[in-house]
Each structure stands twice: as structure tokens, then as C-alpha cells.
């Protein structure tokens, strides 16, 4: 009898072993649910950011000062990677292919608007989902300091009256500054004779040397030679005026209804969660609230814009019909 007693309370013991031995194994399971796997707090691990374009460049800069800075504020480091090819091509479209996880962000430019439609890329704008714009700039329509024109009415009245005479520099054809000069012919109704070169620098030269007559590229590529007074500024084609050219225009005050200019910003792939996008957002718009942010733009004459998700996604799709347009208007659409 007293065998069987001992047995049976050997059995309970065991019992209330394997239950309490379950509800360890459960509360564990639950615990994991809240910190383990796709729900834990993102980020957990080093962020990429991918940079289309070469190091020391405007557009590798941008990346870096915000990575600097965003490190302050985000628990997990932000590393800048290179992936340069095809005039941004290559790296956004390796960024628009990630796993949508959050640790591959692509910081995109104007581009992500022009490549497409110019068939110079196997990505869309719509392929990304929009964290937030950083930096923009408008294009600008500069001439030399001693020219004749002192106004941009001045200068788009000769324009008018000597059709394709003026040549306007860009940094290439179908490239942003391309498309910038040729909206405002469009918007005007006159005709000009743009001259394409490698990038902005060279067209800015041969403006100084008076091969050409104006550039359109942003305030950026001539302040310094504005500051020495070698160039003036006529208009800039932006909603407001910018901060370092307070005399200056925009095109807008002129009647003249064209905003456009280039910019960078956060992108992932668009299957990311919203949560995903949210922290980086936050943190995007802290740093654009950062001293040590800004003042490295200033100092390149670079704006800091920053526009949260939603108001950075109708940015890129009003860029993406309007230079569709100029492309397929210009006989360059694929």
C-alpha cells in the first residue's frame, strides 16, 4: 500500500513537472514572439546604404554626413557602400531589388525619374517606396557677368527673337540639367541650342570661356564663380528663393510655372512594412535637424530639404511624368 502511495506521488511530482516545465517553454515562445524575428525592434544589425554614384562626389557626401549623423540617433551603425555604373543605374537598381527588410537603403537621386523612360535602366520609380527626401536643389539659369542680359525676361526675350542663336551648357543629354532647359523652352515657346558636356563642371567652363552662352545646372556647380564675380544668376526654377542667392528670381515670380532640380533621398524596396519605413523617417528627419548634417551641405552649397514619405512620393511621381514627357518630347524614350 505504501508502494503505491509512493508511486502515485511520484507521478503527481511528475505531472506538475512537465507543467510547469511546459509554461517555462511557453512563456519563452511568447517572449521570442515579442523580440525574436520579424518582430523584433528594427533595426538589429548594421544598415546599408547603398550610394549610386562614385566616393567624393555630392552625392556620396550627402550619404556619408547623413550617415555620421544618423548614427547618433538610430541603436545600429549605417554603412556607406559604393555601387557606381550606368550614371546611378547600377546601384539603384541593385537597392530596388533587396530584401525588403530594412538593412539595404538606397539613397536616390533625380535619376530614379530619368533613367527609366531614357531605357537606361531595369528598374521604375514605383519600384521603391519613398522614407524621406534630404536635399534638393533647383536648376538655374546662370550667364557671364559681363553679358548683355540682366534680367531673365531680358535674356528669354532675345531667346524668342533669335530662335536656337543662345546655347545653353548641360551636363549631358537627357540628364537632369538637359531636361531643366528644355522644360523652360517648352514653357516660354522659343528654342534653344543645348550643348551637352561631361558632367556640370566642363559646361560651367565653357561658359567662362565664352563658348556658350548660359548653363542651367543648380547654384550649387557656380556659386564660387558667382562669388567671384565672374557669373550672374537670372532665375532659379524652384517654388521659393534660396537661402545664399536672396536677389535671385525664381521662375515663378516671372509667371512662369516650372519648378524643377535635382535631389537625393531614402528609398528601400517596396515591399518594406511601414514600420520599417517609419524608423527610418524619424530618423532622417532628426538628422536633417543636425548641426554637423548641415553644415556639411552648406558648405558644399548643397539645400537641405527634408520631406517625409508621402510628400517625397509625389515629388518622384511628378518627376517621373513630367521628364517621361521631355523624354518621349525629345525623341530619346526607349
Not at 18 to 27: A, E, I, K, T
Not at 284 to 304: I, S, Y
Not at 307 to 324: G, Y
Request: hydrophobic share 40%; glycine share 10%.
Amino acid at each position: 500500500m505504501k508502494l503505491k502511495r509512493f508511486f502515485t506521488g511520484l507521478a503527481a511530482v511528475a505531472l506538475v513537472s512537465s507543467l510547469v516545465g511546459c509554461g517555462s517553454s511557453n512563456s519563452s515562445a511568447s517572449s521570442g514572439e515579442k523580440t525574436g524575428g520579424s518582430q523584433e525592434a528594427y533595426p538589429q544589425k548594421q544598415i546599408e546604404l547603398i550610394v549610386p554614384f562614385a566616393a567624393g562626389g555630392g552625392t556620396d557626401s550627402v550619404a556619408r554626413a547623413f550617415a555620421d549623423s544618423a548614427n547618433k540617433v538610430l541603436p545600429q551603425p549605417i554603412g556607406v557602400v559604393n555601387k557606381t555604373g550606368g550614371g546611378g543605374a547600377v546601384g539603384m537598381s541593385e537597392g530596388s531589388k533587396a530584401k525588403p527588410d530594412g538593412y539595404k537603403v538606397t539613397l536616390v537621386t533625380v535619376e530614379m525619374t530619368t533613367l527609366p523612360p531614357l531605357g537606361l535602366a531595369t528598374f521604375k520609380s514605383d519600384d521603391f517606396k519613398p522614407v524621406a527626401r534630404l536635399n534638393a536643389d533647383p536648376a538655374a539659369i546662370t550667364i557671364k557677368a559681363d553679358a548683355p542680359w540682366n534680367t531673365i525676361e531680358e535674356f528669354l526675350d532675345y531667346a524668342k527673337q533669335n530662335p536656337g542663336k543662345v546655347r545653353i551648357g548641360n551636363s549631358g543629354t537627357g540628364a537632369i540639367w538637359h531636361l531643366a532647359a528644355t522644360a523652360l523652352e517648352q514653357k516660354v515657346g522659343t528654342k534653344f541650342n543645348h550643348i551637352p558636356f561631361d558632367g556640370a563642371n566642363p559646361a560651367v567652363t565653357a561658359l567662362l570661356g565664352g563658348h556658350i552662352e548660359a548653363v542651367s545646372v543648380s547654384p550649387a556647380e557656380v556659386a564660387a564663380q558667382i562669388d567671384a564675380g565672374k557669373l550672374k544668376m537670372l532665375a532659379v526654377m524652384a517654388d521659393d528663393r534660396i537661402e545664399k542667392f536672396k536677389d535671385v528670381p525664381t521662375l515663378k515670380e516671372k509667371e512662369i510655372d516650372l519648378s524643377i532640380g535635382t535631389w537625393r533621398g531614402l528609398a528601400v524596396p517596396k515591399e518594406t512594412t511601414d514600420d520599417v519605413v517609419a524608423v527610418l523617417k524619424d530618423a532622417a528627419k532628426k538628422v536633417t535637424e543636425d548641426k554637423a548634417f548641415t553644415d556639411v551641405l552648406e558648405k558644399m552649397n548643397l539645400g537641405v530639404s527634408y520631406a517625409d514619405d508621402a510628400t517625397f512620393k509625389e515629388v518622384i511621381q511628378r518627376d517621373s511624368e513630367l521628364f517621361t514627357k521631355l523624354v518621349t518630347d525629345l525623341g530619346l524614350k526607349k
